[in-house]
């Protein structure tokens, strides 16, 4: 038996026994809850769908969509890197110098950091000095 002829047996029966082993073996609890909307991690009530959050988590997925598509950019290099000789990899060396000059300037304007809107129930003079030491 050729090894095409056994991995086209072998993973689609690998792929059944573990659907099967979980379908008998996980924890079955159905309740209302899952069965819910649930929009962005916020619960959607009547008329308050458009609430507002940080724009900080859009940036930061839009920074892990242009990383992740410039890993697959890199990708048909390491394919072919024995073919390609010196100029693929002085190729591959300014694209990774570029790549790091943009994840230089996106530390530089603090586009990775998440700001805490966390707000603390102190008394008026525990939370001056408690903002004083933060400043």
């Not at 959050?53 to 969509?65: R, V």
């Amino acid at each position: 038996m050729s090894s095409t002829i056994l991995f086209f047996i072998f993973i689609p029966l690998l792929a059944f026994i573990l659907l099967a082993v979980n379908l008998i073996f996980a924890p079955h609890n159905p309740y209302k809850e899952k069965d819910s909307v649930f929009e962005c991690g916020f619960h959607s009530f009547l008329g308050q769908n458009r609430t507002q959050f940080s724009i900080s988590f859009f940036i930061f997925a839009l920074l892990f969509l242009l990383f992740d598509l410039e890993i697959l950019l890199v990708y048909p290099y390491i394919v072919s890197a024995y073919t390609n000789g010196i100029y693929g990899l002085v190729i591959m060396l300014i694209f990774f110098i570029v790549l790091t000059l943009g994840f230089a300037f996106e530390l530089g304007k603090k586009a990775l950091s998440i700001d805490s809107r966390q707000v603390s129930v102190v008394s008026d003079n525990k939370q001056s000095s408690i903002i004083n030491k933060i400043k």
